[in-house]
């Protein structure tokens, strides 16, 4: 089908530049600009993860071990900022530079300087952020969510507040940038209702992106006004209300946390068809299903505000609406599960991470619905619970989903294959000890132990010391990860095939391994029967 | 320039990306610096930010510049001017979210914490232990909270400046739409001639707007610090006023460009953009009239 689109002339002048500079820094192509992503993603999630270790360590043991209390905090509050802004968002941003142009069969993204600028604002804004922490008065420590009257009083609040306005901008852009591509740039025949699953999430979070970031910066601003300019937004003593920062905080805050996982939904429902050589089960219900949980993603941010004395006709209404998204999510991992049922298995590292995927994440949207109910939540607000419960969704959710999609799409972006072995040396290890790490997190919280402490009762003990031995150990198996994306990229002499997978479908496999520097010149010409979606039935 | 790759446009390299994103860090590196020296401490951050906005300047002139030229060299096909058309529409939508957490402030304010700062509803006991002897209101009676933060204050009339303001800004769409019919029957004068009444529009709007500020300040010590009333009139009506100085630097340009003969009545994207732009900031001074100013 698409070698017409593939042929000759990339090479030569068409090709990438030599200069070093201008190839990375002055980039138009959606694959390099990816990369960029990609690898600033790998960058961060390591100092995220570095932040994280520090805090196990501190809390391997009852009492004051290592660190100043203050630090702790801003390590908390750090990892946090790091991992959700500087590591998900843009790995996902970055596989869906890579991956959407080639999944809809088209050249490049569809507003290619704005995707460079994109990328670039991000390292600028990091450093910006992580500089507070060599400040006088030191970096932010009143937690990611930066409640007033707490994070007014870190000194160095405006640097993190512009930081924020500036990962702000590069989302937005980002986002419009993938709704014009996968509105405008679509091959002829690749009708909406026939894109791959990780376009369709991909659209319904840029455009969640658009609505919220705003929001946001918009949130921030008034903290910013508060500290240094003297307005009275959340200083109820001038009428204003510090919860009101809350609700517009968390407005932004709970879609946030959709677009960390609606793209990892769209990877699994590419990566699970491929392993398990069957079409998925539901492909309507699985698209109408994200966009349902989207929609509920609006009017359920009040629960995470349940504990700070809401009306009580708010706490039901929000409490009902947090529970009906478990009904579209029900029908995601349903379909999951069906479609591996009766299919031709296989268990790559892809799939392993895959269905881990999916049993993982289960288990943190079940602690979702206890922490729903408001009764309940009241005894773990604010508990390891929380903690226990977030990272299910985000690190056997968001980061498996991730690493999964980076083993599944490898072969393609470099040509060669990664090692098998070490892959599921990788996936074992990962599995292994981030239950480790989070499980007895969960003990903990129902136990009373509460979140953002450096010290604690000597009865939390044992499970805390399990915790931070899983930690280490999980930390430990990353590195594992990097090295088979080291040795797969510079190294590997096993050549890839153009469809690296035998299941796989979709029009990436249709371009060589490793795709060429301009894919699609020409629109390809597409056949129902070679898409992952090409035959839905009504 | 950009080239032609097979059925598409795909534009060439350009360093003005990493050039914003250095100015860009440039700017908020500066402004982060000054906010946070030591009172009385005389910083570098002023300077820096002053070299970040005049480098955000000379980006914005370069990039489009180029985009420009690229346009005039009819690179642009129909694909791009969809791509252009959609990010305008998108970033005029994260636009209207921006504005919607300030007025969400306003509506929070004035629904919920200032009534329940005076008993109403749950806020019950806060009124009984801190503030008892607070009766809340919105306005200049008790907008500024039940510790009168910034002092007593009187508001703005919405009948006088206020209201000729919004036929101002009223006008000033009218006008735009006839020079963007105008431009499409391909009379450049009628639309010099309308788009010039715009932009002058645009700036009496910022006149009164300026001249209102200055009599809150100096006569009615209404001001930025006054209490929730303060902060939200100041920051609803200040963002406001920023996007119509762009919106009115965006329409000069367009005169500019409408003078050099860049637009035809059926490439005028540029054109249909600031004007979108300008419809955009008329609504949400619309909402500003009504919640801000009458209610």
């Known amino acids: 089908m698409a070698h017409a689109a593939t042929h000759d002339h990339h090479d030569g002048h068409h090709g990438a530049p030599s200069n070093f500079f201008v190839r990375w820094c002055m980039s138009t192509n959606h694959k390099d600009i990816g990369t960029l992503y990609l690898v600033f993603s790998l960058l961060m999630f390591f100092i995220g993860g570095s932040f994280a270790m520090v805090i196990r360590a501190e809390l391997f043991k009852p009492g004051m071990q290592l660190v100043q209390p203050y630090f702790f905090n801003e390590m908390t509050t750090l990892h ?242 947090t529970m009906l998204i478990a009904v579209p999510t029900g029908v995601k991992v349903f379909n999951w599960v069906s479609t591996m049922w009766g299919g031709s298995m296989t268990f790559e590292t892809p799939m392993l991470f895959a269905i881990a995927f999916v049993i993982l994440f289960t288990i943190g949207g079940f602690s979702g619905l206890m922490l729903a109910l408001v009764p309940a939540d009241f005894q773990y607000h604010d508990s390891y619970f929380v903690v226990a419960h977030f990272h299910y969704v985000l690190v056997t959710g968001a980061v498996f989903a991730i690493i999964a999609a980076t083993y599944y799409w490898l072969p393609k972006w470099t040509g060669h294959m990664y090692s098998e072995f070490w892959g599921k040396v990788h996936f074992w290890n990962s599995v292994i000890w981030v239950n480790v790490l989070f499980f007895p997190q969960h003990f903990l919280g129902l136990a009373g132990m509460p979140r953002r402490i450096p010290d604690y009762n000597v009865a939390f003990a044992n499970f805390n010391m399990i915790s931070s031995i899983g930690g280490f150990l999980f930390g430990a198996s990353q590195l594992i990860f990097l090295g088979v994306v080291i040795h797969c990229v510079f190294f590997s002499k096993k050549k890839a095939a153009d469809r690296v997978w035998e299941g796989a479908k979709g029009l990436e496999w249709t371009v060589p391994s490793p795709a060429p520097f301009h894919t699609f010149e020409v629109p390809p010409v597409i056949h129902d029967e070679e898409l992952a979606h090409g035959h839905v039935e009504d | 320039m950009g080239q032609q790759q097979g059925a598409y446009f795909v534009p060439s390299k350009s360093q003005w990306p990493i050039v914003a994103a250095v100015v860009m860090f440039v700017t908020v590196y500066g402004a982060a610096h000054w906010l946070n020296a030591e009172p009385g401490e005389s910083g570098f951050g002023k300077t820096v930010l002053l070299i970040g906005a005049l480098g955000i300047l000379a980006m914005f002139f370069g990039w489009f510049r180029s985009v420009i030229k690229e346009s005039l060299a009819g690179n642009y096909n129909d694909q791009v001017d969809r791509s252009f058309r959609m990010g305008m529409m998108w970033f005029i939508f994260s636009e209207v979210m921006f504005f919607g957490a300030f007025f969400g402030a306003l509506w929070y304010a004035r629904s919920y914490s200032v009534p329940w700062l005076g008993g109403e509803g749950h806020g019950v006991l806060t009124h009984q232990f801190l503030w008892s002897q607070y009766s809340a209101a919105w306005g200049a009676t008790g907008g500024n909270g039940p510790e009168h933060v910034g002092g007593d204050f009187q508001t703005i009339a919405p009948w006088g400046l206020p209201l000729l303001n919004t036929l101002i800004l009223l006008s000033s769409s009218v006008t735009i739409t006839i020079a963007h019919h105008a431009l499409k029957a391909g009379h450049r004068g009628k639309v010099l001639l309308f788009l010039g009444l715009t932009v002058l529009l645009g700036a009496t709007f910022l006149w009164f707007q300026a001249h209102e500020y200055i009599e809150a300040y100096k006569e009615l010590n209404l001001t930025l610090q006054s209490g929730v009333y303060g902060s939200t009139f100041f920051m609803l009506t200040g963002f406001h006023g920023m996007h119509v100085t762009l919106g009115t630097i965006m329409l000069a340009v367009i005169w500019l460009r409408v003078l050099k003969g860049h637009f035809n009545k059926d490439h005028h994207f540029g054109f249909e953009a600031v004007a979108w732009y300008w419809h955009f900031v008329d609504v949400v001074w619309l909402g500003l009239f009504m919640f801000v100013y009458i209610l």
């Open chain 1, 80 to 321: 946090a900022l790091v991992m959700i802004f500087g590591a998900v968002m843009p790995a996902f941003v970055g596989l869906g530079n890579w991956m959407i142009p080639l999944m809809i069969g088209a050249p490049d993204m569809a507003l290619p300087r704005m995707n460079n600028l994109s990328f670039w604002i991000l390292p600028f804004a990091f450093a910006l952020m992580l500089s507070t922490l060599f400040l006088p008065g030191g970096g932010p420590a009143g937690g990611w969510t930066m409640y007033p009257p707490l994070a007014l009083q870190t000194d160095s609040l405006a640097y993190v507040v512009f930081a924020v306005h500036l990962m702000g901008i590069s989302s937005i852009m980002g986002a419009i940038n993938i709704i014009a591509t996968i509105l405008n740039m679509r091959a002829p025949g690749m009708d909406l209702l026939k894109m791959p699953v990780f376009v369709w999430s991909w659209l319904i979070t840029a455009f969640l992106l658009i609505a919220v970031m705003p929001v946001l910066a918009g949130a921030v601003t008034m903290l910013l006004t508060d500290k240094y300019f003297g307005t009275s937004f959340f200083n109820a003593a001038g009428g204003g209300d510090p919860v009101l920062y809350q609700h517009i905080f968390w407005f932004f805050g709970h879609p946030e946390v959709y677009i960390m996982i609606l793209p990892a939904f769209g990877l699994v429902s590419e990566i699970i068809p491929t392993f398990a050589r069957k079409p998925i089960f539901g492909y309507k219900a699985m698209v109408f299903a994200i966009a349902s949980i989207a929609f509920l993603s609006f009017i359920v941010w009040a629960h995470h505000m349940f504990a700070v004395g809401l009306p009580l006709g708010a706490e039901i209404f929000f409490m009902y609406a």
